[in-house]
């Protein structure tokens, strides 16, 4: 582009201040620099704060000259435009040893330090996966890290709408510090969304804790709660019932095997809830939790459930069977569930009647993601009855596992099922299916 003085300046000098701060905004940091060099105009435009408002800080454990410069620059830019930023995502990647992780700690007491004094107006913070129960945190610096973090939130709390610390894998005292370092200004929070999933070390008992239950009596707006079944009991049901019923529209709950899911939960309390949430729905994810029995203790007919995902991660249990799970539990949410998910490694039993029986019984089920064992008739009769409108999928993803090497033959027919289905689902469908030998 020309000089500011050539009275001959091309197009580009013209382009309207909303525009090139669009332009501005596709591009990374080092262009941006670059581009803020070529006039006054686009210099202005680089301390536009829409294009600050937004920021990723990727710290890499074995970084390459590029990814150091990356870093290097996205946290000189944090800094220096700290005051405009409204959502900061904070990732480690795959940290390995102490001298990283101090490092870590070192840097980020840095960075909140100056967030918090720069009148940042942030509303949204991410930090997943610290892991902080792994051997690679020492306890003085993991006790400096969670007290540098606290300090942030409490100075942020007043203005923080959504937090996300999934995976911190922290002890139950420590999270319900940073917890209540969210209301400490007003002993009451009004933050919408809260992601703690794994949050807690495996194996605790959250949902018998009383400190669990005053520390969640203090947050009064909760839009969206994602957090571990290890949680759920009648007090914490009562507890959102009282202070977030009017807000509550969705709960992630996942389940896993090596967390506490024995307690007992009375159906009433998830009643009194959805009374009292009438826009609230609940999202389940299994993990390895397969058995009839601890599913049924869990999947109680009061709970207004939208998505369930089952998953075994490949293990196969003779101990376990799926047919009850599809015949007697799932139907019971045939007017609300949208969304199947199932990863079964059902070796032992074939389920196809059961599965089709159970989709064409949930009158709003839009996706379906099957991996399992299936015959490939399995597909033909599914889209035999979507093409007849018996159900209203509109995303097929099925996997089906074979126990034999060579495919082919399954290949074939999945192919011949797809041509005769070709023109429901090219119009209609989000569709796959293929066969995934497992031997």
Known sequence: MEDDSDPEQSSWAYLPDVCLRHVFHWLDDRDRSRAALVCKKWSCAMYSGSLWRCRTITFYSQPSRARTLEF?????????????????????????????????????????????KCSSHLVSLSIKYLELDCFIWKNVVRAQFIKNLA????????QLDYLNLKGARITLEEGCELLNSLSSLTNRSFISEINIEDFFSLHLSIYSSALFHQTMSKFHSLTILTFNYNCISDELLDILREHSSHSLCTLNIKCHIHDPHGQVVSGMSWANLAKRAPKLNVN???ERVMKHDHLARILLVEIPVR????RSCYFSDPEWTMRPTLTDLLPAYWHGLQKLTLELNNDHELLDDELLQLILSCKRLLFLKVWAFLS???????????????????TIKVRIYTAQDDSTE??????????????????????????????
């Open 72 to 116: 290097q620059s996205a946290l000189w830019y944090t800094k220096k435009f700290g005051k405009y930023l409204k959502h900061l995502e904070i990732k480690l990647s795959n940290p390995y040893n102490t001298p990283f992780i101090k490092k870590f700690q070192v840097i980020m007491k840095g960075l909140l330090s100056h967030l918090g």
């Open 151 to 158: 300090a942030f939130l409490k100075r942020m709390s007043n």
């Open 284 to 286: 389940f994810f299994f």
């Open 307 to 310: 998505s369930i995902s089952l």
């Open 376 to 394: 490939v008739s399995f597909m033909d009769r599914l889209l035999q009855n979507r093409a007849e409108r018996k159900c209203i999928l509109t």
């Open 410 to 439: 399954e290949e074939r027919l999945l192919a011949d099922i797809y041509r005769k289905f070709k023109y429901l689902i090219d119009s209609e469908l989000n569709y796959f299916a293929i066969t995934y030998p497992m031997v």
